[in-house]
Each structure stands twice: as C-alpha cells, then as structure tokens.
C-alpha cells in the first residue's frame, strides 16, 4: 500500500483546482481581449478626463518628440507629431471617435439587417424578393467601393459618414435573421405561440428575437471589427474622418510621411487598430464555440 | 344526438406550386384536402389515419382555422370559423387548440415550462398574474407533471414529459375541442400508453371533442370512437374502429389493415401489398385516386370519381364496387 | 447545367442593373454636379452651360433613360478635370491592377489552402492554434497597417525593396504580398473548417477501413469535398482583391484603378468614378459566373440539374 506523498493543506488544493477550472471556462487569452475592450470602452468614455492635452494642441519647440520609451520626456508619454501635438492625447481622442463610429454603425446595421430580415420571414411574397435582391446588391460589391463611391457623391460629414458605415455588413445580419425566423416559423414554437392566438408581435418580441439573440451577437463581433478597419482604412486615405477631428486612420495617414524619421506617429494608432479588432475577434470566435453547440 | 361541436362540409383547400425553383417553370396545384366532411360531438373521438401525404395535417389545421380552406365550411359550435386571424378567430382559439407531434419544437427552448403553460393566459389577459400561475400549475398537476420539473426548460425534459407540457398548455384554457396531430408519434412505445390513457382521461373529465390523426392504426383503435381513412386529400372510408378494422370495405383500408402486425393472425395470413407509385398530391390520377394501385379496380373506376357514401351498417365508403356511379 | 447557369447569369445582370442604378441615383441625388465642379462664385451662364453640355437640365426619367442608351453606346462621360473619355481613363489602368491583383489571388490559394488543410488535420495541436493565430492577426490588421509594416522592415530597415512605385518586379512585390497576406489568413480559416467537417464524415471513415492511406484519403476524398465550399469563397476573395486594392496602390503609388479611385474621389470626378463602378460590377459578376461555373463542375450533384434534389 503506498502512503501518500506530503498532501498540501486541503483549502490550498481546492484553490488551484478552481483555479484551473476558471481558466479552463475563460481562457487567459479571452480574458486579455475582453479586458482591452473594456480598456478601450473606459478610454472613449472618459477621453475629455484623460487627455493630458488638446488633441490639436500645437507646440511647435516639441516637434517629432519619440516617446518615453524611446528616449523622450515624461511630458508626452507617446511623443509628437510634426506639429508638436500630443500623440497620447490625439490617440485618446482618436479611439473615442472610431469607438463612436463603429457602436454607432455596428447598431445601425445590425437593427437594419434584423428588421429587413424578419419582415422577408414574416411577410415571404414580393416583400421577401425585394428583401433577397437587396442582400444580393450588398454582397455583389466589395462595400469599399460602394461606401468611396457615396463619398465621392456625397461628401463625408460626420452623421452622414456614420450613416454610411451603418449600411456596412447589414446583409450577414438580415440573413442570419431571416433564416432563423423561417425556421421558426415553420413548425415551431412561432408558429404554435401564434396558432394559440398571439399576436405576431408578441410571436416575434418574446420568442423568436430573444432565440436569434446569440447568433445575431456573434454576428455583432464580426461587424464591429469590420466597421473599425473599412473607417479606418477610409481615414487613411483622408476620405473618412476629417481634420481637425483626430481618427486612428487618419492618424497613420499623416503619420505616413514620417515613417523613417518618427515612425512612433503611425505605430500607436496602428496597434491599437490592430489590437482592438484583435481582441473583438478573438471574443467572438470564443462566443460561437460557447454558444454551438446551442446551451439555452 | 347533441348538437356538433365541429362540423365541416366539402372542405378543399389546394396550393399553388411550381414544378422546380427554376425561374420559369409550371404552375401546378397541389390538392392537399378535396371535399372532406365530418362532424365532431362532445366528449367524442374521431380519428384520421392515412399515410404521409394523404392530408391529414392539413384538415387538421383547417378544422381549426389556423389555414383558410380554398373551398368548403367549417363551423364551430354552429358558428362559421373565420378565415383570417381576426378578433373572432381569436376569440376562438380559447375553445380549440392544438396538440403537436413534436413537442420539443413547439416549445421555447429559453423558457421554463411553467412560463409557457402560462402564456396563453397571458395572451388573453385572463386574471392576475398570480392567478395565472396559480391554473398553470392545477393544469400541470392535472396532466400528471411531477412538481419538481415545473420550472425546467424542456430539453430537460423527456419525450413523454414534453408531451404533458404541450397538453397543459393547450388545456389551460379550456376549450372545448383538441386536435391531436400525431400527439404521439414522436414517443417511446412505453409512453405512448401513458399518455393515450391521459388523453381518454382528459377528455372524460372535460367533454372534450377531439380530433385525432395518426398513422398508428393500433392506438387508433384504442381511443377513437368513430375513424376516417384519407387517402390524397379524400376521405374514403368512416365507421366505428372496431366494424372497421373487423371487416374493412374499402381496398385502400383492407391493405392497411391486413399490413398490421398481429400475433392473433397465423402464419398464413397474406398482406395485401398496394402496387403502384406512392401517391402524390401534385399529380392526381383521374377518378377514383386510389386506382392505379387498387388491386380490384375496374375500367369505370378510372373515369368515375367515388363518393362518400353510407351503407346501411352506418359505414361510409368511396368506392365504385359498392356503389357504382348514378 | 445550362439552366442553372443561365439562371444565376440572368441574376448577376439584374444585380448589375441595380448597381448602375444606383450609381445614377447617388449621382443625382448628391446635389448639383454643376455647383459640386465649378467653383461658387463662378457666373450663372457658365454653370448653366455646364450643366447644358452635361445634361442635367432635362426631366429625372429622361436622364435615367439616357443614362442607359449613354452605357450602352459606349459613353460613359467625360473626365471632369481635363476631359479625357472616362472609361479610356479607367481601362488604362487596369493592367496595373490586373499586375498585382492575380499573383496576389494565386499567392493567396498557394498559401492560405495548404495551411488550412494542415492546420484541420493536426486539429488541436500546437500548429493548429499557431496558425489559427496567425491567420486571425492576418485578417484583422488593417491592409495599409500591414502595408506600411512591410515597408518599414523591407525597405527602410532591411533596403531590400523600393517603398514604391511602378515598374520592375521588385516594385510590385510588396504591394502582392499585403494583398495576398489578408486574403490568405481567411481562407486558411476557411479551408481548415471545411476540412474539419468533411474529416468528421462517416465516408472518410470508411475509406480509411477499406485501406486507403492517409495521403490518399486527403487527396481523393476529403480534400475535393471541402473544395466545394471553398469554391465559393473565391467570388469574396476577388471582392476583398479589389476593396484592398484601393488602399495597397494608394500606400505603394502604384498606377492602378484603386489610387485613379481615390483621386477621382478626393477631386469629385464624377464620371471617373461612375465608370470605375461599372468596371468593378463587372468584374463581379464575371468572378461570380466563373464561381457558379466552378461550382457546377466540382459538384455532381448539381450536374445531374434538379432531379432528384427536390422531393
């Protein structure tokens, strides 16, 4: 009979196997991206509070500083541009706005996309046809070119920029709506709540939305990443957000000609582009394999 | 006799279809129910048996106006049924309701039984509250749900629980009619006993008029008073279970009843096997529809449609041999 | 097969036909071309004259119509700025585009497919998670981020490279890898879940128990089968091609239809971009012919037509 090795005291086990079961649950690197978000989410919240100078500051003794890390002043933490503006500030700023314009459009495109395809669901017919053809136009193009071609129609003030990208990745979520909704409306808990005389919008409110809720959230995590690189790939062509306003696209259009002699002008809002769609993915990806296969 | 509580007369209703998903293909109807007529009493049983495809589903939903019939009339109670879901057809849905084959499907997977045994009183606003919770949970006792499972949600459920969560919710509001389809086609056998006994059981207790379709002639037999044979949207043969399945008279209803497995019948026993191509509702032949795989049928039963019509045994039966065309 | 074909052509140029409505409907509705191009204080004749040589002062209907009998005569309006014919200006440039744009396709399949049927078939292990890694990092940085981090190791650090323009191979290497490099990451994702699922049929299994080798199973059975969904991720690809174009000439100034885009953008040369849009639907509809076509010859259930399909 073998005697036990030195067993830990018990409380000190059952922590580490918690421990594991916890990270096991969240992984760590689910952890980090939702952490970042939240990070970003609090920066855009609280910009005005953060910035420890105006984002269009001008301070033309402190040109091209490198920031602390690479040699420069605790003065400005991320260094400054060629017009001696405060990078951590304009970046502070800057992911305020490309914040705001990707929750923005990410909502206006996800409503739309339910809407348009619960009425194709709901209605079928001729409501359903045009429904189908407008998907089809969507997905048709790359919506680059559709959004530069409004822009170049249209011109881009904010709201009308905003509304724009509202149009971005509309179709995936009518799809996703449209389809679940049939299929709930074929022999399903819609269509028996509505045999038993529900209205359709009780049907449709109580049972179907909160049903698609999960899909249509992940589909949310595809958008949102989406709508930060097309605004921000717009930004950096100077077609999207426009001076004096301060977008992490734009920030690296302008950051383009110093890329040898002060790169640091284009590095920090790159990677925090890069980071926060990073991150969203990650999440998303992590909530589909929670969610499929489907746990109520 | 008391008055019927269902009563439907030459009840047709037929689509529209095109031959394939192509962009110009042919229109086509597809004659799921053509000329249906029974009544339903009180406290009684009548039973629709016929294979996949033979209409069933769809009188099912049209007794309960849940589709409009493109011919024919339904009424309830004397009363027309509407053909739209409008405030009357509402009205209506407190004294028929529908029990499904699939429980699992009909059933909100996000919400807990109870919730949803109370939702239809929620829909008409019967009561407070409280009070509603307080009938959904007499009705679950009633169908024999043990209280522990009551705040579930259903895929914790077994098939046979599912089923007495469905029932519940259409009984919560006591109506006067159930329409049963397939109730229990989706269960184990050992289940299936249970909840035929719950359904005699209920429908003693409340006068319930019932409606019962399936394919199982066995449990058919055992809960029907009176059963209807559908084959392609027609009824073609109605009696008493027991005058039925002693001596069928349609041929359609011989081979299906000469098809049972039964320990009673030896070894000899020979089942009437139907020749011919599964019958399609698209594309039905002329005449009598059961002919190209009648193995009694006769020249005229190709030109001549039958009709349903009684023999003096009380029996109704469509078929040219016993009652050649006028 | 015909049919079918026929059928998904008779869509695209339905879709096609909505895209150049569109064009005209955003053209029209964006203001006064005449105001947007001429400067404010520009006297009225000269805008009324303008607008005569344009034809904006007829009805909204006989525009649209005239619209049409423009495109298809072959007129697609003039360049705004120096009055070269539109679509002379934007078939110029396409050779330069077409210059990157099929190495960047070809470099894409030659990456992104191997390594998701790599990846799909060490599922799990410590490459899977490796290049599922890298492949979602390929496809959430920014194609300029990715541009400019070429450029920064390549030919500022390193000096390898030209930082841009137009010219010899070296000049358009980068500007094929940031392209490919995107496009690459999603279809490698895309690859491995088909693989995934097609590794998980129960046909796979019996091959292997009828004594096939793993090689062989992967190149006969599972490989063609995953292709098939695949095959329809093209028609994306050649989409996200051209939206990635546009930003990649820009940052590399190579001559292509993505930066006369941009500039024909940023100056409101109307006509420019009206006729880029119709070479970009095109472009469209033809990959997503070739697509349905593919489709059609990988798939033999689709071969046989409908028979068989429907019940």
Redesign the interface.
């Known amino acids: 009979m073998n005697t036990p090795s030195v067993a830990l005291p018990s409380h000190f086990q059952r922590s580490r196997s918690s421990l594991q079961a916890f990270f096991k649950s969240w992984p760590p690197l689910v952890l980090l991206s939702l952490g970042w978000l939240v990070a970003m989410l609090v920066i855009a919240l609280l910009a005005q509070w953060l910035m420890p100078y105006g984002f269009s500051q001008i301070d033309l003794r402190a040109r091209l500083q490198p920031p602390v890390f690479l040699g420069g002043t605790w003065d400005h933490l991320l260094g400054t541009d060629e017009l001696g503006r405060d990078i951590l500030s304009r970046v502070i700023s800057a992911i305020r706005i490309s914040l705001l314009i990707a929750f923005a459009a990410t909502a206006i495109s996800t409503m739309l996309g339910i809407l348009l395809g619960m009425l194709a669901a709901h209605f079928r017919g001729w409501v359903e046809n045009v429904v189908l ?1 407008l998907i ?2 969507q997905a ?7 959004a ?7 011109g881009n003030s904010l709201p009308l920029f905003i509304g724009l990208m509202g149009f971005y990745g509309w179709e995936r979520a009518a799809r996703i709506s449209r389809s679940l909704t049939i299929a709930a409306n074929e ?3 819609a ?3 509505h ?5 359709a919008w ?1 049907v449709y409110g109580k ?1 179907v939305l ?2 698609i809720a999960s899909t249509i959230i992940v589909n949310v995590t595809v958008t949102f ?1 989406g709508v930060v ?1 097309l605004e ?2 717009l930004s ?4 999207g957000v426009q001076p004096p306003m301060a977008s992490l ?1 734009n920030m ?1 259009g302008y950051g ?1 000609e110093y ?2 002699s002060a ?1 640091w002008i ?1 590095l920090c809002p ?1 990677f925090i ?2 980071m926060t ?2 991150s ?3 999440v998303g ?1 992590w909530l589909r394999d929670q969610l499929d296969p ?1 746990v ?1 | 006799m008391t008055a019927p509580l269902l009563e439907v007369r030459s009840l047709a209703r037929h689509y529209r279809v095109r031959s394939n998903d192509r962009l110009f293909s042919r229109a086509l109807t597809l004659k799921a129910v053509s000329d249906v007529s029974f009544a339903i009493h009180p406290g009684r049983t009548l039973g629709l048996v016929g294979e996949s495809g033979c209409g069933k589903s769809t009188t099912a939903r049209l007794s309960l106006g849940l589709t409009p019939p493109t011919a024919g009339q339904i009424r309830f109670d004397g009363e027309p049924i509407p053909g739209r879901r409008n405030t009357r057809w509402r009205d209506l849905r407190r004294h028929m309701q529908m029990v499904y084959q699939d429980p699992l499907s009909v059933l909100d997977r996000r919400l807990p039984v109870l919730t949803q045994v109370v939702e239809p009183l929620d829909v008409f606003s019967v009561g407070s509250p409280a009070e509603r919770r307080e009938r959904a949970r007499a009705v679950l006792g009633e169908v024999g749900l043990n209280q522990s499972l009551w705040d579930r949600y259903p895929h914790e459920l077994s098939g046979g629980q599912r089923q007495r969560v469905v029932l519940a919710r259409a009984l919560i509001l006591q109506p006067r009619l159930l329409v049963c389809d397939e109730p229990i086609s989706a269960l184990d056998v050992s289940i299936q006993a249970q909840v035929i006994n719950l359904l005699q059981d209920l429908q003693q207790r409340h006068s319930l008029g019932m409606l019962f379709i399936s394919h199982d002639l066995k449990v058919v037999r055992q809960i029907c008073d009176e059963v209807a044979v559908m084959y392609l949207g027609r009824i073609v043969e109605q009696g008493t279970p027991q005058e039925l399945f002693a001596a069928p008279a349609h041929p359609y209803t011989q081979a299906l009843v000469s098809a049972i497995p039964s320990l009673a019948r030896g070894k000899g026993h020979k089942r009437i096997l139907l020749q011919g191509d599964p019958p399609n509702p698209i594309d039905i032949p002329r005449g009598c529809a059961f002919h190209p795989r009648c193995p009694q049928a006769t020249a005229s039963c190709r030109d001549h449609t039958p009709q349903l019509q009684t023999l003096e045994t009380g029996r109704k039966v469509a078929c040219l041999r016993l009652h050649p065309a006028a | 097969m015909l049919r079918y074909l026929s059928e998904r052509l008779f869509r695209l140029l339905i879709t096609l036909f909505l895209v150049l409505s569109f064009a005209f409907v955003i053209l029209r509705m964006s203001g006064d071309p005449a105001l947007i191009i001429m400067s404010p204080d520009a006297p009225p004749e000269a805008i009324e004259a303008f607008r005569q040589a344009w034809g904006l002062d007829a009805p909204l209907w006989q525009q649209y119509v005239g619209y049409f009998v423009n495109l298809f005569q072959g007129n697609f309006g003039a360049s705004m700025k120096d009055g070269a014919p539109a679509m002379q200006v934007v078939l110029e440039r396409i050779p330069a585009t077409l210059a990157i744009t099929i190495p960047a396709l070809i470099l894409q399949l030659l990456i992104g497919v191997p390594a998701g049927v790599y990846a799909a078939l060490h599922h799990n292990s410590r490459i899977d998670r490796m290049l599922m890694g890298f492949s979602i990092a390929g496809h959430t940085c920014p194609s300029f981020v990715l541009a400019l981090l070429l450029v920064m190791t390549f030919s500022v650090t390193l000096g390898w490279l030209p930082t841009g323009g137009y010219g010899t191979f070296q000049h358009a290497l980068l500007p094929i890898l940031t392209l490919a490099l995107g496009g690459a990451a999603v279809l490698a994702r895309f690859t491995r879940s088909a693989m995934i699922e097609v590794m998980g049929q129960p046909y796979i299994r019996t091959a292997l128990a009828k004594g096939l080798s793993w090689r062989q199973v992967v190149f006969r059975h599972a490989f063609p089968n995953a292709a098939i969904p695949t095959v329809t991720l093209i028609g994306m690809m050649v989409g996200g091609l051209i939206a990635g174009a546009v930003i990649v000439e820009s940052v590399f100034s190579w001559p292509g239809e993505g930066r006369l885009l941009v500039t024909a953008v940023s100056s409101r040369d109307l006509s420019v971009v009206q006729a880029i849009l119709l070479v970009v639907a095109a472009c469209m509809v033809i990959a997503n012919l070739i697509v349905d076509a593919l489709y059609v010859i990988l798939d033999p259930r689709l071969r046989a037509g409908n028979r068989g399909a429907k019940s």
């Not at chain 1, 530069?148 to 249209?154: D, E, M, T």
């Not at chain 1, 045999?195 to 209205?199: C, H, I, T």
């Open positions: 053809v089809d136009f048709s193009m790359p919506f680059m070119i559709i530069l071609a409004v822009l170049a129609f249209f022999q399903g808990y269509a028996a709540t045999d038993l005389g529900a209205s009780r049972h909160p049903n990443p690189l921000s790939g950096f062509l100077g077609l696209g690296v383009r890329l040898q790169p284009l790159s582009i890069v769609t990073f969203m993915s990650l990806d489907s109520s």
